[in-house]
């Protein structure tokens, strides 16, 4: 059936550094791949979304890569900040639906 | 915010009991999907309705049960609880040909 991994599972970073959040998918049909931010007992917030027919999108500190060959994305955070720690999900939507299947959280930390 | 709402916010019900839980979404939005995220994981897609008609399921039992009513709000019945069910249960809405889903803030389910 449709997977998404998700590594690493948890990150932490000094505040101001890089994080990269790496994801696969299964499904060669999948053509949205949005990113979600969880806060402890929060909803999961959409922050950014990418679309098969595009490689990239950035978003002021925040971006996607897509590469459909090998059926992988990233979510690149840069200068990080505290307030960015949280747990990030990577989903991807199963063929030509509107279902998503969700990797299992990347939890991130961002030390000050 | 998103502008969906759920309620109620807490929930404990005890095994083989059954249980309503309910979404309203943002005005026009037409579809609305159902998600529960079991603790430390990604949200896992139940089901999804578009306008007042499932079209759309994940894994689950028959137990799992769905209506979406014409002013936007939606229900999640589960009869015949058992344990594995105590999650947070996730409900976002979407508009109409958008692929971007909004999520409720979600009902923390607990069976005991």
């Known amino acids: 059936g449709e997977n998404v991994e998700q590594h690493p599972s948890t990150l932490s970073v000094q505040e101001g550094d890089s994080a990269v959040i790496k994801c696969t998918y299964s499904d060669s049909a999948s053509n949205y791949f949005p990113w979600y931010k969880q806060e402890l007992g929060k909803r999961p917030q959409l922050i950014i979304d990418?679309?098969?027919?595009?490689g990239e999108k950035k978003d002021q500190r925040i971006a996607v890569t897509l590469n459909k060959t090998a059926k992988h994305f990233s979510l690149h955070i840069t200068e990080t900040q505290p307030e960015d720690s949280a747990v990030y999900f990577c989903?991807?939507?199963?063929?030509?639906?509107?279902?998503?299947?969700f990797g299992k959280g990347t939890k991130l930390t961002v030390n000050p | 915010e998103t502008g969906v709402t759920q309620s109620p916010t807490h929930l404990i019900k005890t095994r083989g009991q059954q249980v309503t839980l309910r979404c309203s979404s943002q005005s026009g939005h037409n579809t609305v999907s159902w998600y529960q995220q079991a603790l430390g994981q990604g949200p896992q897609f139940i089901f999804q309705?578009?306008?007042?008609?499932?079209?759309g399921r994940g894994n689950f039992p028959p137990r799992f049960s769905g209506l979406q009513f014409p002013n936007y709000s939606s229900e999640l019945n589960v009869n015949a609880l058992e344990l594995d069910d105590s999650a947070l249960y996730l409900c976002?809405?979407?508009?109409?040909?958008?692929?971007?889903?909004?999520f409720g803030p979600g009902t923390r389910l607990t069976v005991t």
């Open positions: 976002a809405s979407r508009q109409t040909g958008a692929d971007e889903q909004y």
């Open positions: 309705y578009y306008r007042e008609e499932e079209n």
């Open positions: 989903a991807a939507s199963v063929g030509g639906s509107e279902k998503l299947v």
């Open positions: 990418i679309r098969s027919n595009v």
